[in-house]
């Protein structure tokens, strides 16, 4: 564990012990909500997530064995490993649709994850992209990401609805964003597979997330669209914090170079932490080689 992270786990475990336990209620839930606004995340001690011996057993099997885990702010953070390392019930934990049986899981220092519901940490920032892209294929590339745009999304706010100029004027910015501009009026089932991925992580965007949590983004790409989507991805670095799951060890190496030492990829094996470091350091660890790389 590094000095970082143990630095952090410290803040937020004094943070825990000082916080009223249980669920939110009364003035404390109105108090709380106030916390869930992407501005409101506190990210003084550096740490948009922070996870701490998070443990998830189904049926004996232990999906997550004392994952310990920490993103920085801004940070491209690329997690790698075998089929069942726990790489999907880490995510599934981070947006609430897991509840670990134990552990710790903070969205910067203030907000506990495991105290809200999934469409609470949706709303205080977090944002998931799943493998198989979901997108209204009936509808164009435009009408998807207004769709998407954060709004009131009452039946008669919506019939009422009229975009003005800054609305527009973000569709337009996430439309070049992801390669997808030209094809702005273009009905969504008829896009590849990888422009549907970029609508669906545009889709992403117009919600203004913190953290972005990308599934396997490239799978099924062509090489072009694989590399455009490094690009997109490396441009989004430092404005969200993104975790990106890939097998892909080419798009990884993409995504990961630059820097002194390249940026950190972590190793998942059995539900923790195998390995992490640059992308060279953990490719030239024996452990990682035996279990995922293959020799």
């Known amino acids: 564990m590094t000095p970082e992270l143990m630095e952090a786990g410290a803040a937020l475990r004094a943070r825990h012990e000082a916080a ?17 606004q992407p501005g409101q995340v506190d990210v003084t001690h550096g740490a948009i997530l922070y996870l701490e011996d998070i443990t998830v ?25 075998p089929n069942g390392a726990g790489k999907t019930t880490m995510m599934d934990v981070i947006t609430g649709k897991t509840r670990p049986d134990a552990g710790r899981a903070h969205f910067g220092s203030t907000i506990d994850l495991l105290r809200l519901r999934e469409s609470q940490i949706a709303q205080a920032g977090i944002g998931r992209k799943f493998q198989k892209p979901t997108v209204y294929e009936q509808l164009t590339v435009f009408e998807n990401l207004e769709l998407a745009l954060k709004a009131d999304r009452r039946v008669r706010a919506s019939m009422l609805a009229r975009l003005n100029g800054e609305q527009l004027d973000r569709i337009g910015a996430v439309l070049t964003q992801i390669h997808l501009k030209p094809s702005a009026q273009r009905v969504a089932g008829l896009l590849s597979h ?67 030492n390249g940026k950190r990829v972590t190793v998942l094996h ?25 020799r």
């Open 20 to 36: 009223p336990q249980g669920p939110a209620s009364g003035g404390r839930e109105a108090s709380y909500a106030r916390l869930l």
């Open 57 to 81: 057993s189904f049926d004996g099997f232990r999906a997550l064995n004392r994952l310990s885990l920490n993103i920085a702010a801004g940070e491209l953070r690329c997690i790698i490993g």
């Open 194 to 260: 990888g422009q549907k991925q970029w609508l669906e992580i545009g889709m992403l965007l117009m919600q203004d997330p913190l953290l972005l949590l990308l599934d396997e983004p490239v799978a099924g790409m062509t090489d072009e669209e694989t590399e455009r989507t490094a690009e997109l991805f490396l441009s989004l670095e430092g404005q969200h914090s993104l975790v990106v799951v890939e097998h892909d060890m080419k798009f990884v190496e993409a995504l990961t170079q630059g820097g002194a």
């Open 270 to 294: 059995e539900g923790s932490v195998l390995a992490e470091g640059s992308l060279a350091q953990v490719q030239a660890d024996e452990k990682v080689v035996e279990v995922y790389l293959g």
